[in-house]
């Protein structure tokens, strides 16, 4: 069977899969009956190389602070201004502090000194690695892989906050991307409607039933736009790009139309240059991050008693360069640091083996070494929240994986 791609540029929507798609709403509804909710795993990428030195700080370690003498982040005062503490040896960034009530009541876990085996220092390279799951041998993306057989599929179970479907979620079982959920519509309904009696008049059965299914999508979630929508337990989405993503994903869940993955982005991570302002606390990471938090903190807030069917993970191509550099910045690394948040997370810890900083346990005598592969993290997300225990198909050629145990199931 041909590969099915719909593109409706004027309406923001865009189908990638193979077969027909039911149709939009009542179907999707009748695949997430109340006594089935399904699991959600959402998908963060950090473009850019995050400093996950300065966001989970290790200011138990001495080395750190030697090789940052000006970007280290205080060690714990109890001011905003240092390090929150987390368990006496890592602290978050002070513009995080929105996230530590979540960590104490045991729904948020980092992961250190995580990331891709692959040397490269490319962010293009690093991107595609990670976002496909099988560096440099596959076309399509690891949340796609993910997804398991179901056989009343929502068309929405795949959704990409983007203007393109993103790499992650490319490859055979049905994606869509929506840039923006409220805007989505069809701005030409005259031309619209002359592209619908083309579809449902061809003879080709995967036109007829693309442009059909399409085009339903389209009416389906103009009528879903009119539902009014107010963030619930006062949770407050900053403007941004990842708050208001995370915000229209929440509206979908909350709407119990069959998601089951969801992808956004957020670019801005690439410090080369005052990566911190006057003081470490201040300054590009520090803006980068308070975004970061607030978002999380209200659609974990937003969700409610929700958040236990739902887990959210973030990644970062690569890490940065232990040592600060002369532009009061860091350079391309190698690990970093992922976050996992969610009702099924066991929160409450910092997870993974410390490498040590001294000069002799750094790799190449520069970067926080690696000791979690990616694909561990992803793997334990893959199979303990969605259900799929494929973790060779979803991760080929990785097929003895060492989860961190920090998923229940």
């Known amino acids: 069977m041909p590969t099915r791609r719909v593109f409706l540029k004027s309406s923001g929507l865009a189908?990638?899969?193979?077969?027909?798609?039911?149709?939009?709403?009542?179907?999707?509804l009748a695949a997430?009956?109340?006594?089935?909710?399904?699991?959600?795993?959402?998908?963060?990428?950090?473009?850019?190389?995050?400093?996950?030195?300065?966001?989970v700080v290790p200011h138990g370690e001495k080395a750190y602070y030697d090789l940052r003498p000006n970007l280290a982040i205080p060690r714990p005062d109890g001011t905003d201004t240092s390090a929150i503490d987390l368990d006496g040896f890592f602290g978050l960034h002070p513009a995080l502090k929105p996230l530590k009530g979540i960590y104490d009541d045991g729904h948020l876990a980092m992961i250190h000194a995580t990331g891709s085996p692959d040397p490269t220092r490319s962010h293009f390279d690093a991107q595609d690695h990670m976002e496909s799951g099988t560096p440099g041998q596959s076309s399509d993306g690891w949340l796609n892989r993910a997804l398991l057989p179901e056989k009343k599929l929502s068309p929405v179970r795949a959704v990409s906050l983007s203007t393109d479907l993103a790499r992650t979620l490319r490859g055979p079982n049905e994606a869509i991307a929506i840039a923006n959920v409220s805007g989505f519509k069809v701005n030409?309904?005259?031309?619209?409607?002359t592209f619908e009696k083309m579809y449902d008049k061809t003879k080709d059965p995967v036109l007829n039933s693309a442009g059909r299914d399409a085009f339903e999508a389209v009416?389906?979630?103009?009528?879903?736009?009119?539902?009014?929508?107010?963030?619930?337990?006062?949770?407050?989405?900053?403007?941004?790009k990842l708050g208001q993503n995370l915000l229209q994903i929440a509206r979908l869940i909350k709407a119990s139309v069959g998601l089951e993955v969801a992808f956004t982005d957020l670019t801005g991570w690439d410090h080369h240059v005052n990566e911190v302002g006057a003081r470490p606390h201040l300054g590009q990471l520090a803006n980068m991050l308070t975004e970061f938090g607030q978002s999380l903190a209200a659609f974990y807030a937003d969700l409610g008693d929700r958040m236990a069917d739902v887990t959210v993970v973030?990644?970062?191509?690569?890490?940065?360069?232990?040592?600060?550099?002369?532009?009061?910045?860091?350079?391309?690394?190698?690990?970093?640091?992922?976050?996992?948040?969610?009702?099924?997370?066991?929160?409450?810890?910092?997870?993974?083996?410390?490498?040590?900083?001294?000069k002799e346990q750094l790799y190449e005598g520069r970067d926080l070494d690696l000791t979690t592969d990616f694909r561990d993290v992803l793997g334990e997300l893959v199979t303990r929240q969605m259900g799929n225990s494929q973790v060779a198909h979803v991760f080929p050629g990785y097929d003895q994986p060492k989860f961190r145990d920090f998923v229940r199931g």
């Open 188 to 193: 030409d309904a005259k031309g619209a409607a």
């Open 314 to 358: 973030s990644m970062s191509e690569f890490g940065r360069t232990a040592k600060e550099n002369g532009a009061r910045g860091t350079d391309h690394g190698h690990a970093n640091v992922m976050f996992a948040l969610g009702g099924n997370i066991k929160g409450g810890k910092v997870y993974g083996d410390w490498p040590g900083m001294e």
């Open 32 to 55: 997430e009956a109340p006594n089935r909710r399904k699991k959600i795993l959402v998908a963060i990428f950090q473009r850019g190389a995050m400093d996950g030195l300065n966001v």
């Open 15 to 28: 189908m990638f899969g193979m077969g027909a798609a039911p149709g939009w709403l009542s179907r999707a």
């Open 219 to 240: 009416k389906m979630m103009e009528a879903f736009q009119k539902q009014p929508y107010t963030p619930a337990n006062g949770a407050r989405y900053p403007a941004g």
